[in-house]
């Protein structure tokens, strides 16, 4: 049967301040759970670090190491970007959820919080992605000469 959806304000699209230059229209939000997901995953990521490595995923993870999980991050990283780059929606979708969950497993292996990044991206919010990424300090690993990719 068909759900009924009811008339509100909800369902216009809002327009959202980008920069004193543009906006974007902001489609109306799905009927669908939302990004406090990710709080919850990084919650149980969290509760499986002391959990014995045979009987959780995570733990086992977090029992192998910082390079493990970075390893099983960027395999889930490069998977996504070969979904994206085929058109492969579903599997995209499949992917990405992988990539966060992982991404959230190294947050927890190296002690951050998601508030920690939500504050950076509240941080950078509005900004110019090119004036943002200019004003950044160049990172650059001890010993190790960097060269930027154009």
Known sequence: MAKKIAKSTAAVPKKKQVSRASTVTMPPPLDAPDARVLDRLWATVLSRKDASPSESHSARLLARGTAKIAQKFGEEAVECVIEAVAGHKPSLIA???????????????????????????????????????????PLAMEGLPTKKIP
């Open 95 to 137: 992917e990405s959820a992988d990539v966060l969950y992982h991404l959230l497993v190294l947050w927890v292996d190296a002690g951050l919080r998601p508030e920690h990044i939500w504050a950076e991206l509240s941080r950078r919010e509005g900004l110019s992605g090119i004036a943002e990424k200019a004003a950044r300090k």
